[in-house]
């Protein structure tokens, strides 16, 4: 069990050298916060998670050789939350790496206070959505109540499991499970498994 009075222990990614000093400085101003690894490449990424077993790694979309990476890096270490930065993502790719086991995405460009948000949002295993995306994809987005009926979904929760967890009724389930599908482009949790595994 985790100690909520214990700093949120922290895993970067390699970045550029003006997005790693910018996320060092930020993460290093917030003292709930710790960093535990970082400028790690993306071929050691799996083994340095398993090493620290950090609460959130922040990682580098453009770093990842595929998507899949993202699946497989949730695979092989749920406990730690993803959160997936990329250079203006559209909102389906964050569709897709939400649905791939990434808790969050976002862009780059997010302000100092939506970072710090994300993490400690991501770090209690809440699906966060980015920020600030046009307004033409923005009917694209999952709401949060459609990540969090995604993210049961993926772990193969039946409606009635994902209801009780969230305090909603199996109804509202489906409506959500109907929105999500027709938004990553789905029909059933066969076509939504498929897709968590490309």
């Known amino acids: 069990m985790?100690?909520?009075?214990s700093p949120i222990s922290i895993l970067m990614a390699r970045f550029e050298d003006l997005v790693d000093i910018g996320l060092r400085s930020l993460i290093g101003d917030d003292p709930s916060l710790r960093i535990v690894a970082a400028d790690v490449t993306a071929d050691r990424l799996d083994a340095v998670i398993a090493e620290h077993r950090p609460r959130?790694?922040?990682?580098?979309?453009?770093?990842?050789?595929?998507?899949?990476?993202?699946?497989?890096?949730?695979?092989?270490?749920?406990?730690?939350?993803?959160?997936?930065?990329?250079?203006?993502?559209?909102?389906?790719?964050?569709?897709?790496?939400?649905a791939l086991g990434a808790t969050a995405c976002l862009a780059r460009?997010?302000?100092?206070?939506?970072?710090?948000?994300?993490?400690?949002?991501?770090?209690r295993g809440l699906h966060v959505l980015p920020c600030g995306q046009r307004a033409t994809g923005g009917h694209d987005m999952l709401t949060p109540r459609e990540a969090d009926v995604l993210g049961l979904l993926r772990l193969g929760h039946s409606n009635g499991e994902i209801a009780a967890a969230l305090s909603i009724s199996i109804e509202t389930v489906r409506t959500h499970a109907r929105s999500l599908f027709r938004k990553l482009g789905v029909r059933s949790r066969r076509e939504l498994a498929d897709l968590s595994r490309s």
């Open 56 to 98: 959130v790694a922040i990682v580098n979309l453009a770093a990842l050789l595929t998507a899949g990476d993202i699946r497989r890096l949730h695979g092989a270490h749920p406990a730690t939350q993803l959160v997936i930065l990329a250079t203006d993502p559209t909102p389906g790719e964050c569709d897709q790496l939400l």
């Open 109 to 123: 460009d997010v302000e100092r206070r939506d970072v710090l948000n994300t993490i400690h949002l991501a770090s």
């Open 2 to 5: 985790i100690d909520p009075r």
